[in-house]
């Protein structure tokens, strides 16, 4: 659940129905000034499917408090009916429900995976595509670098390279 401890360290709640110690839990880090949430949990409630809303209570994001600049990457292809009846759109919750999100880049065709990105101990992607993948590496790099010097270039000279080069892969969204 790396996207959603991500969301979190940005300043995004937690409010877990089946845990009176866990409601409205707060673990923004301060120091944190820029940030990636990429393929997180979407809002809870209605948005996840019967297996999720029975044993993971805890999928009930409030991102109104989420205010730390970040960029929210989802894949177009991440339905993750496991979890939710909404299809891909649930990923990006983050971005439409947050103050802070700057922008979303969906990834065209991506899966949960974005292209090879997988966790500690999950199988091995099952979009695995190098061209991808490398598009997310250097879009999430330069949107840190330009997010993290105010004067730095990186963001929208990659956005631009993006569309030039590369839009059949992935697009940006801003606010």
Do not use: C
């Not at 209570?57 to 960029?71: A, G, Q, W």
């Not at 989802?74 to 990923?91: C, E, I, N, Q, Y």
């Not at 922008?103 to 500690?120: E, F, N, P, Q």
Request: proline share 5%.
């Amino acid at each position: 659940m790396g996207g959603q401890t991500a969301g979190m360290l940005l300043g995004a709640r937690l409010t877990d129905p089946k845990d009176p110690t866990a409601q409205d839990v707060n673990m923004l880090e301060p120091r944190i000034k820029a940030g990636l949430i990429l393929t997180a949990p979407g809002n809870g409630g209605d948005s996840l499917s019967e297996m999720a809303a029975a044993n993971y209570t805890f999928f009930n994001p409030d991102f109104s408090h989420m205010t730390t600049r970040s960029l929210v990457v989802v894949g177009s292809d991440d339905a993750s009916a496991h979890l939710t009846v909404r299809g891909p759109s649930w990923h990006e919750d983050p971005y439409h429900y947050s103050p802070g999100a700057e922008a979303l880049m969906t990834v065209l065709g991506g899966k949960h995976g974005l292209g090879g990105i997988s966790g500690y101990d999950a199988r091995e992607t099952d979009d695995e595509d190098p061209e991808r993948l490398e598009i997310v590496l250097r879009m999430t790099w330069a949107y840190l670098r330009s997010a993290l010097d105010g004067d730095d270039r990186a963001w929208t000279d990659a956005r631009a390279a993006l569309q030039a080069y590369a839009s059949s892969q992935a697009r940006v969204d801003l606010r």
